[in-house]
């Protein structure tokens, strides 16, 4: 089984575009530290917090790594999850196996009694979340392999 990984897009968003041909999706020109990619949000994707976008926000979006793209310019990419990025703070979507690495082992999870886990609905997510994709928050992580970090929320994609 082919698990799934999520590649990350930070950046600010420069416009947003509604397709004329489909009502729930929208077209938005990112501009990141690459250049300029365009994402698009349709009603498949998950919303972090159920935000209204807008034009100067900061974002971090995630797509599957493993879906085909057209080889187009700017990069066009149909984002799976997006969110606002905080300042100093960083967004993780990934699989995390059974001891909560993750699937590319760049991050390792340190569960803390403080760390706020809940379903992608937004109620609280009271059975295990190893071996799952989650949508990790942190601030700070160690500089090891893989590093490791006590997140102060999780989401756990249902």
Known sequence: MQ?????PIYGTIQSIQPV???CCQHNLTVRTREGIVNVIVGAETYVIKDISLR???SIAAFYDANVPVPL???PQYRAVAIGRQVLNETIVMNFFDNNLVSADNSLKLNIARS???IASNGQPFTCNI?????IVFY????????????????????
């Open 3 to 7: 698990t799934q990984e999520f590649i």
């Open 72 to 74: 187009i310019f700017p």
């Open 115 to 117: 760390t706020r886990i």
């Open 20 to 22: 004329r041909s489909e």
């Open 130 to 134: 190893r071996n799952r994709v989650l």
């Open 139 to 158: 601030q700070t992580s160690t500089r090891s392999i893989p590093a490791q970090t006590t997140p102060s929320k999780i989401i756990v994609m249902c």
């Open 55 to 57: 034009v100067g926000m």
